[in-house]
């Protein structure tokens, strides 16, 4: 008979002999089980709390920079025999030469967005040696490596190579030449040659992989101005958008549809802030990426209190980053319009900067025609620019 003060919550069932009992609770149950339940829901109960990342830490997420060693494949040996058959003793030499080592080749891979999977060091494929009978080695397959649209190459401090088109392609080491058999040696004063040669190294070098983000316009400003908002509001990129400085970590590029067909990749470049040349914040890391931009997006929040200086300090962060950066041809954009402080802001910002900054609001899409029709008009000029050239 079961006691009464235990309660069976299911059946007693039996497969193949083997008894399983369901859960028994003790009833009534002890204070110290409820005590600890309460707790744990409690604890269920609290908001998960997003942990905050060093610095260090945050410039993980996005690799724009790397160091390869690189090493070409061996060659393959040559070997040194002689023909050998049933009555013909003088078969003559018939040692084969080795296969050529493979190289290392950099292939800029439109797919691939970052360094990160970029090893450290690569070894290319040998060259297999020379066999009997004049059979030659195979030589060693090309390795590729893939690299994102715009990765400078450097030896040294020495640019040696700059993959800023899709399928652009770069040796970056040599494999060893083959050995050579006895029967390369074969002459009308030697007609028994002993000698074989050996494979050759392949090419050891140490490269430094630089990435720079290839876009037409690059929208430059400090953390939460709106700019991965921006993005989103005038192309399909779907960059992370929240109330936190630094959310993004890595450079978007989003495609601008024209009407005339055209396509314009505008690049949201993370966060800067005051002391960004000094490697503060993310710092250099992403300053790097407005060098290939041929136009610029100082996109400004127009409700914090004296937006004008933001453009000042950007422009100052560009400049002592590069020379000449600050200058070329951008437009201000003064984003979040749609709240009351920065509308009331906008003529004294205007009265600094000039009639021409668009004021818009990224969330709610206000005045979005203006900023699509400069952009338009940027391109524009760029093209024709080029093509003057």
């Known amino acids: 008979m079961v006691p009464s003060r235990l309660l069976s919550l299911g059946p007693r069932t039996v497969h193949g002999g083997v008894g399983r009992w369901t859960q028994v609770q003790r009833w009534p149950p002890s204070p110290r089980l ?32 790397r160091r390869v060693l690189v090493c070409g494949g061996r060659g393959g040996d040559g070997v040194s025999c002689f023909h050998s058959e049933p009555r013909k003793e003088f078969g003559g030499p018939d040692g084969g030469d080795g296969g050529n080592g493979g190289h290392v080749v950099l292939r800029a891979d439109r797919q691939v967005k970052s360094l990160s999977s970029v090893l450290s060091r690569y ?18 397959a090309l390795l590729y490596v893939q ?33 050579k058999g006895n029967r390369f040696f074969l002459a009308n004063e030697n007609r028994a040659p002993v000698t ?20 037409h316009a690059g929208m430059v400003g400090f953390p939460n101005a709106g700019k991965s908002s921006l993005l989103r509001a005038i192309s399909n990129a779907r960059p992370a958008v929240a109330s936190y400085p630094f959310t993004t970590l890595k450079p978007h590029v989003g495609i601008v549809h024209c009407e005339d067909h055209q396509q314009i990749a505008v690049a949201d470049i993370p966060g800067l802030i005051r002391g960004a040349h000094q490697n503060r914040g993310l710092g250099s890391t992403f300053l790097r990426h407005i060098e290939r931009c041929r136009f610029l997006l100082f ?67 206000e005045n979005l025609e203006a900023l699509l029709l400069r952009l338009q008009e940027l391109h524009s000029q760029h093209v024709g ?4 050239w």
């Open 34 to 65: 409820l005590s600890d339940s309460c707790g744990d829901h409690g604890k269920h109960q609290e908001p998960p709390r997003k942990k905050l990342l060093s610095e260090k830490k945050l410039k993980r997420h996005f690799v724009d920079h």
């Open 123 to 140: 070894q290319g494929f040998h060259g297999e040696s020379g066999g009997r009978k004049n059979c030659f080695g195979r030589s060693g």
């Open 147 to 179: 690299v994102p649209v715009g990765t400078l190459v450097k030896e040294g401090k020495e640019v040696v190579a700059d993959l800023s088109c899709p399928g652009d392609e770069y040796i970056a080491a040599l494999g060893g030449a083959g050995g």
């Open 196 to 215: 074989c040669t050996p494979g050759q190294p392949g090419q050891e070098r140490v490269l430094f992989l630089e990435l720079k983000t290839m876009a």
């Open 299 to 365: 996109v400004v929040d127009l409700s914090e209190p004296e937006p004008w200086t933001q453009v000042e300090d950007l422009k100052f962060e560009l400049e002592k980053h590069e020379a000449g950066l600050s200058e070329r041809p951008h437009v201000v954009v003064a984003n979040k319009i749609d709240l009351p402080q920065a509308r009331a802001a906008l003529p004294q910002l205007r009265a600094r900067l000039g009639p021409s900054v668009i004021a818009l609001s990224a969330a709610t899409g």
């Open 385 to 388: 620019a080029e093509l003057r």
